[in-house]
């Protein structure tokens, strides 16, 4: 079966777009200015800002009021006639972003039913990173009950031939927006394409994967936790149906942005770590756990100390990472969070009592077949470009 497909795609008939399409709602977790900022500049037009929950405020007194009032407003922008569906197709995009990099993309449907995050696997569909149980229900709270899912996640694609995103490209296709990005997100164009052509190149990458011998097609590059929360979401919902009706239930399809691991555009970033409330102590915790070749940078009030790992990236961020948990665990009083971008988490250490942790990068034509030899990698190991550069909600689908 083909793991991804043409859906009936929401994109509003008449709004400021500029206003309307928002950073994922992942991202500047410990920078409430910034999405204070963006609060101010959305005012009260039509934005995906009233239909996503932006983490920054997780675990704030107001949570259930937040839920409420994200499905009402969906509900509200359906009645009121904000969106136009497009029946049956994809939507190209073409990405420009602030720091000169360029790449594409196309927003289609993924087929819960094969995906898993957990491994052993023979799923066509895999998490590339470890996924935190207790992370899903309060994720899974919001969706519940909601009429509309807006996607931040990415797939990637093995496709070293370019022969499904890059041969879509045409000059004579329909716009179906051409705007700036706020808050310095570059620039973003997206093209309408039919379902006859995506599946038609869909189902020759699949071919060719599979007479490789290989059964893993798509990974999920970025968004592991909304996709798993998904796919949650849709085990509820299909126990309540019947067989032909899980078919074609649209809870069973997720909407994601699919791009090619290949495209030059793509930059696998580092996610940094910031340990809110830890001291010296904890780099010799680190200092004593860890030994290798490969050095990792962490200051700690403005004095900088240089941490040795093992040589392997994907290894080295693991052994971290691990250490950091065992860290936070025996000191109740710190947590981890996780930043991208070198001067996120300068800004970051510059403002609070802790230790930041400038962490290596994985090389991004390791990822598929570490994945499928090794399983997950640990949670938050890379990311595909700064802060600015993820993905903005435009598009939207009934759920």
Known sequence: MIPIRPVDILLPS???????????CDQFTSQKDYWQSLDELVGSAPSTLRLIYPEVYLGEADYEKRIEDIQKTMRKYLEDGVFEEYKNCCVLVKRST?????????????????YCFTHPSHASVRSTEDVVASRIPPRVKIRRGAPLELPHVILLLDD?????????????????????????????????????????????????????????????GDGNHSLATAQAYWNEIRETLTEEERKTHPARIALCEVENLYDEGIIFEPIHRFVFGADESLIEFLESRLSGN??????????????????NSAQAISAVQSVLEEYTSQHKECSIDYIHGEDN??????????????????????????????????????SMGEAQEKRYYIEAKRI
């Open 345 to 382: 988490l300068k800004e970051i250490a510059a403002a609070n009592a802790g230790v930041a942790l400038f962490m290596p990068s994985m090389k991004k034509d390791e990822l598929f077949s570490y994945v499928s030899e090794h399983g997950t990698l640990c949670k938050k190991t890379f």
């Open 160 to 220: 070293e031939n370019k022969s499904v995103i890059e041969s879509l490209v045409s000059a004579d296709r329909e716009v179906l927006y051409d705007f700036d990005l706020n808050m310095q997100g570059g620039h973003i164009t997206g093209y309408k394409v039919s379902a006859d052509e995506i599946t038609e190149r869909m189902n020759e990458y699949v071919s060719r994967k599979l007479g490789e011998g290989k059964d893993f097609l798509v990974a999920v």
């Open 14 to 24: 008449n709004a400021d777009y500029e206003k309307w399409a928002v950073v994922a």
């Open 294 to 311: 490969l050095s990792v940078k962490t200051t700690v009030n403005g004095v900088e100390r240089n941490v040795f790992v093992p040589d």
């Open 98 to 114: 602030a720091f000169g990099n360029q790449r594409l993309g196309i927003v289609l449907g993924v087929d819960l039913e094969e």
